[in-house]
């Protein structure tokens, strides 16, 4: 359906988790939802009314993978992405796994049919492309063209990844 109001769609907002295990490992699902190419994707989803980024990604990280026990959520970058025709705005949130080696579950088997953690130089491909962006950002890295990132003014909580 075309829409001929002349008005343009509203940004999508939304949360990246990389939620560090206590060895720098980070969690990444299998993502299989219907309609879309299996890729590789970091726990998230969109901001409710009302939440913080910060508590949008305790919530989906717990919604996505079972993993409750979520400390240390920070802020790292907002990621934006205006490629297509309507502008996706994804805060990047570093966080930490409460317990030294949590195991996650499978409680929406409709979009994610596994998790795994990966160390930050060994990820699985293909990366979802907001989970692509953020882990590039957090490893300091360049992004690909019509991304543009900000990085967050508040000292992060730990390192980035990388030498």
Do not use: N
Not at 17 to 40: M, T
């Amino acid at each position: 359906m075309t829409d001929t109001s002349g008005e343009r769609p509203r940004p999508v907002v939304g949360v990246g988790v990389l939620l560090l295990r206590s060895d720098g490992a980070v969690l990444l699902g299998h993502r299989v939802k219907r309609g879309e190419p299996a890729s590789w994707c970091l726990p998230g989803g969109s901001v409710e009314a009302g939440e913080t980024f910060e508590e949008a990604a305790v919530r989906e990280t717990a919604e996505e993978s079972g993993i409750h026990d979520v400390t240390d959520a920070r802020v790292f970058t907002v990621a934006l992405d205006t490629r297509g025709s309507r502008t996706h705005v994804t805060a990047g949130v570093l966080a930490r796994a409460g317990t030294p080696d949590p195991v996650p579950a499978l409680p929406e088997p409709d979009v994610f049919d596994r998790w795994v953690w990966a160390g930050p130089d060994d990820l699985p491909a293909p990366l979802f492309p907001a989970s692509a962006v953020l882990l590039a950002a957090w490893r300091g890295e360049s992004v690909p063209a019509g991304w543009t990132l900000y990085p967050a003014a508040a000292t992060p909580a730990y390192p980035q990844a990388g030498p």
